[in-house]
């Protein structure tokens, strides 16, 4: 019987061994890699622009409809119907011209009773004054009797009464008199309101009854509103400022209106009016906005511009000629921690610290790409002034011809830092812009 020969096992386990430690060390190279590479710069692509001067005209912008400067509501002072109403919606009047008549029969009635009233007042005065002359007749009678001891003390004492009483009536009658003439001066003013004139020359640019129709009017408040007249020679433009940029309109800036009717017409005018009290809409809620009403004062005249129609204005509030400049968007804000001596009194730290809250002060900033390779981006405070829908004034902390980072936004609020490595490739934001 042959002898059986042992397997080679050692041999085997050797080849596992380095094949093992071949995988190990590709795995140990790649976990190096990684490391190495996570520890390299981070390189962000940027676009960037040369800083320089530029004029900068700073703009508030508004929203509005266009409105006669001068117009008037026709309300009823007295109530009743009409019975004549002789102009319709856009004709023109002239002042003093009748444009509504209300019927009045009840006043004319009222009127009539109330002059017999005044004629009979003014007759019972006449009959206080006979009684006063009499009275008096009486008194003087009574008198010389009482100094020849033919009549008694109250005898006299009467007749003076009686002369007191006379008296009173015919005061008491005069006043009834003045009472009913006033009434009867209020009747015939009543009646005058039942006729109504224009008080300016117009056009009629709103009618909000028709004949026949009954109107109500109060002596204590404005009546129903019948129609409206306008002076369409001189028109406005009502726009709503935001709360946060009234504090720059003025009175006289120069204004920009641009009038959905008219897309392709830049209509020029001046603020004249600026309201001191705020418009709110959604009191109360979220959606809580606080406006105020500036009236603009259209110069083109040339353009039929009716009562309603709506716009939007630009306010030129102001202007700098030839001065540093820089994008928008270029400017971020950064947090600068405030620190608290550690040498302070601890509850005066204590107050500092809960005051403060141990928030981080924002600051203004910007970031210069510097030469070299790589190129680095290196952060500048900045104190910036106007500006207007694309550029921003920077009053201190740069100077002109260096190159700053303007996009893109989220690297610039975000992602940039003191010393970040960046590459430079405005071809991104041209065609950009060109796909926009």
Do not use: H, W
């Amino acid at each position: 019987m042959a002898d059986i020969k042992p397997k080679p096992v050692k041999k085997k386990k050797s080849k596992k061994i380095l094949l093992f430690s071949i995988i190990g060390g590709v795995l140990l190279l790649i976990i190096i890699a990684v490391i190495a590479s996570g520890k390299k710069d981070k390189q962000i692509t940027v676009q960037t622009e040369k800083v320089s001067k530029r004029n900068i005209i700073q703009v508030v912008s508004g929203t509005g409809t266009i409105n006669p400067e001068t117009k008037v509501d026709v309300s009823a002072e007295i109530s009743g119907e009409i019975v004549q109403l002789p102009f319709k919606e856009g004709d023109t009047v002239k002042k003093g011209d009748l444009l509504v008549k209300i019927k009045a029969e009840t006043y004319g009635e009222r009127i009539n009773q109330q002059q017999a009233g005044v004629q009979y007042s003014r007759t019972q005065v006449e009959v206080a004054e006979n009684n006063l002359k009499k009275a008096e007749l009486e008194l003087q009678r009574t008198e010389q009797l009482f100094k020849s001891g033919l009549v008694s003390q109250s005898d006299i004492d009467n007749a003076r009464i009686a002369y007191q009483v006379a008296q009173s009536n015919v005061k008491s009658s005069n006043a009834n008199v003045r009472q009913n003439l006033a009434m009867l001066r209020q009747s015939s003013q009543d009646l005058s309101k039942a006729t109504i004139r224009s008080n300016m020359a117009g056009i009629v640019t709103s009618l909000n009854n028709e004949l026949g129709e009954k109107v109500v009017g109060t002596q204590q408040m404005a009546g129903t509103v019948i129609m409206t007249v306008s002076d369409l020679s001189v028109m406005d433009a009502e726009i709503e400022v935001s709360e946060t940029d009234i504090s720059n309109v003025k009175l006289n800036d120069p204004a920009e209106v641009e009038v959905d009717a008219f897309p392709d017409r830049i209509i020029k005018g001046y603020v004249y009016e600026i309201s001191n009290s705020a418009k709110s809409k959604g009191l109360g809620t979220q959606e809580q906005v606080i406006n105020f009403i500036v009236k603009i004062r259209i110069i083109d005249q040339d353009v039929s511009l009716k009562p309603g129609m709506s716009c939007n204005a630009e306010i030129k509030v102001n202007s700098k000629s030839d001065v540093i400049a820089i994008p928008i968007q270029s400017v971020t804000a950064r947090e600068e921690e405030v620190k608290t001596d550690e040498g302070m009194n601890e509850d005066v730290k204590r107050k500092s610290d809960e005051n403060l809250k141990k928030k981080e002060k924002p600051k203004e900033v910007v970031f210069i790409v510097e030469e070299g390779t790589p190129r680095k981006v290196k952060m500048m405070q900045v104190k910036t002034g106007i500006s207007d829908d694309k550029y921003i004034e920077v009053l201190e902390g740069l100077q002109g011809d260096v190159e700053i980072v303007k996009g893109p936004y989220k690297s610039i609020s975000k992602e940039l830092e003191e010393g970040t490595i960046v590459k430079v490739d405005n071809e991104v934001k041209k065609k950009t812009d060109k796909d926009e």
